[in-house]
């Protein structure tokens, strides 16, 4: 099983302009999440999806936009980048998100630069 | 969701027992306690599950006291390769989905 995958790894984006970060998990985890992580900071949950058309904002949504038309995937929009959206950017997946044996899988993350 | 404090970093030597220690006063009868690893550059890794008393498996002990308002992750013989951030997480399925991490405590193991 490839897990969950993230694409692009690396990514410099100039001021103003958008792009979608990939993700795509092939464990039929009902559960996906996106995370940024800023510099020595902890990961900071941006939007979460329960299941295929349903999606949800985290802590920092602002800037970010999501959509879950299947199962397998979860990408990340981001429209008129800004330098503060700088941060490595990683994507997981569980089947559920709490409860006995529980464990959520992590993407290896997407690095972005905004200059 | 229950908050969760967590030493912002450590310090130990190979070959010693390290125990991370996470509060959470707050938590609710259906919570569970989970730790997670995150090296640098990758994402995080889950390493143990707990609901009450001690859970271990082949990479760590989780100890949780009776009243549950603080759980103790155990590290035993680090090595240099255990260096990284480990995360406390507090919650339950009623959550509606959201998977919060806090700060984490910065592990450095020295030769």
């Known amino acids: 099983n490839a897990g969950v995958t993230q694409t692009p790894k690396f990514r410099i984006l100039k001021i103003g302009q958008s792009m979608t970060l990939q993700c795509a998990q092939d464990?039929?985890?009902?559960?996906m999440y996106w995370y940024r992580q800023d510099p020595g900071m902890g990961l900071k949950l941006i939007y979460y999806?329960?299941?295929?058309?349903?999606?949800d904002k985290g802590e920092v949504p602002n800037g970010y936009n999501v959509s879950r038309s299947t199962t397998e995937d979860f990408p990340l929009r981001l429209e008129l980048a800004a330098p503060s959206q700088t941060s490595v950017y990683f994507c997981?997946?569980?089947?559920?998100?709490?409860?006995?044996?529980?464990?959520?899988?992590f993407g290896q993350g997407t690095r972005l630069t905004v200059v | 969701l229950a908050k969760t404090t967590q030493p912002i970093s450590m310090d130990s030597y190979e070959g010693q027992e390290v125990n991370i220690t996470c509060s959470h006063n707050?938590?609710?009868?259906?919570?569970?306690i989970t730790w997670y690893q995150q090296f640098p550059s990758q994402g995080p890794r889950f390493i143990i599950q707990?609901?009450?008393t001690k859970v271990t498996n082949e990479v760590a002990s989780l100890f949780i006291p009776a009243d549950r308002k603080s759980s103790t992750l155990s590290l035993p013989r680090v090595s240099l390769s255990d260096t990284a951030v480990y995360y406390c997480?507090?919650?339950?399925?009623?959550?509606?989905?959201?998977?919060?991490f806090g700060q984490g405590t910065e592990l450095s193991v020295k030769p």
């Open positions: 997981a997946s569980s089947p559920r998100n709490w409860g006995a044996n529980t464990e959520a899988f």
């Open positions: 464990m039929n985890h009902n559960y």
């Open positions: 999806s329960v299941g295929a058309g349903i999606t």
């Open positions: 707050n938590i609710a009868t259906n919570d569970y």
């Open positions: 707990g609901y009450k």
């Open positions: 997480l507090v919650g339950d399925y009623n959550q509606g989905g959201k998977l919060i």
